[in-house]
């Protein structure tokens, strides 16, 4: 089955830099990357997703990028702010008629320092 | 709109009993999965409904089974709890190959 690896599990920046944070996948056949923003409390929120076809996809100061012959892909927040700090999961799926599971990465803890 | 709700927020139970989870979909979703969230851990997909069956299931075992009913609502069984089964149990609705959306989530706590 599919298997995700999510780097770094922490990452602390300063207000107004950019955070990167990485991942692999295994299964070829997986053709759709969402990633989640989880608060304290609360449940996944989708921030941005890429399909397979797509090598980049940009919203505001978001930007998740792909690489399907090295099977990674990457998350780009730029100008980062206080409310950006948060746990993020990235996933992957292969998007059929017959279901469409995602399987996560193990999460990334942003910190964004004043 | 709502978005996906779940009920209740938070259980308590002992081994050896076993729950039942609630959700209901967002507007226009026909699509329930249900995830199981261990603590400091992402998400790992218990079991996906479509058309009131089971269409997709990972990993676990024969004690955790589900339902979808003709609204689209969906409820996760949990038999024989275990102390490994204590996690946020999360739902998440979608529409064909569209983005899942959760909700937030039930805490399940087993003593």
């Known amino acids: 089955g599919e298997n995700v690896e999510q780097h770094p599990s922490t990452l602390s920046v300063q207000e107004g830099d950019s955070a990167v944070i990485k991942c692999t996948y295994s299964?070829?056949?997986?053709?759709?990357f969402p990633w989640y923003k989880q608060e304290l409390g609360k449940g996944p929120q989708l921030i941005i997703d890429i399909r397979s076809n797509v090598g980049e996809k940009k919203d505001q100061r978001i930007a998740v990028t792909l690489n399907k012959t090295a099977k990674h892909f990457s998350l780009h927040i730029t100008e980062t702010q206080p409310e950006d700090s948060a746990v993020y999961f990235c996933?992957?799926?292969?998007?059929?008629?017959?279901?469409?599971?995602?399987?996560f990465g193990t999460g990334t803890q942003l910190k964004v320092e004043l | 709109d709502a978005g996906v709700t779940q009920s209740p927020t938070h259980l308590i139970k002992t081994r050896g009993q076993q729950v039942t989870l609630r959700c209901s979909p967002k507007?226009?979703?026909?699509?329930v999965s249900w995830y199981q969230q261990a603590l400091g851990q992402g998400p790992q997909f218990i079991f996906q409904y479509y058309e009131e069956e089971e269409r997709q299931r990972g990993n676990f075992p024969d004690r955790f089974s589900g339902h979808q009913f003709p609204n689209y609502s969906s409820e996760l069984n949990v038999n024989a709890l275990l102390l490994g089964d204590s996690a946020l149990y999360l739902c998440?609705?979608?529409?064909?190959?569209?983005?899942?959306?959760f909700g937030d989530g039930t805490r399940l706590s087993i003593l």
């Open positions: 996933a992957a799926s292969t998007l059929t008629g017959g279901g469409n599971k995602l399987t």
């Open positions: 507007s226009g979703h026909d699509t």
């Open positions: 299964d070829s056949a997986s053709n759709y």
């Open positions: 998440a609705s979608s529409y064909g190959v569209q983005p899942q959306h």
